[in-house]
């Protein structure tokens, strides 16, 4: 019996949180501000690292041109 209640009283209290169309931060819902807010981590996740963009500012060479040997 008491677990009953124990777990009656967690999933009351796990439903307190604030809904999704209610107000949040900067003047957008919850809901808005969790999208903005897992669109901001993936782009510091695509982001490159110095090594990467260092790489990537490289001059690009050319092969170098073979040889033919004889005359």
């Not at 967690?10 to 999208?35: F, H, I, Q, S, Y």
């Not at 807010?37 to 790489?55: G, Y």
Request: include cysteine; aromatic fraction near 0%; proline fraction near 7%.
């Amino acid at each position: 019996m008491k677990i009953k209640l124990v777990l009656t009283a967690c999933l009351l209290v796990a439903a307190c949180g604030k809904g999704d169309n209610e107000p949040g931060p900067g003047g957008v819902t919850v809901g808005e501000a969790r999208a903005l807010d897992e669109a901001a981590q993936m782009i510091e996740e695509r982001r490159l690292s110095p090594e990467d963009l260092r790489r990537r500012a490289a001059p690009v060479t050319a092969p170098a041109e073979q040889e033919t040997g004889g005359g």
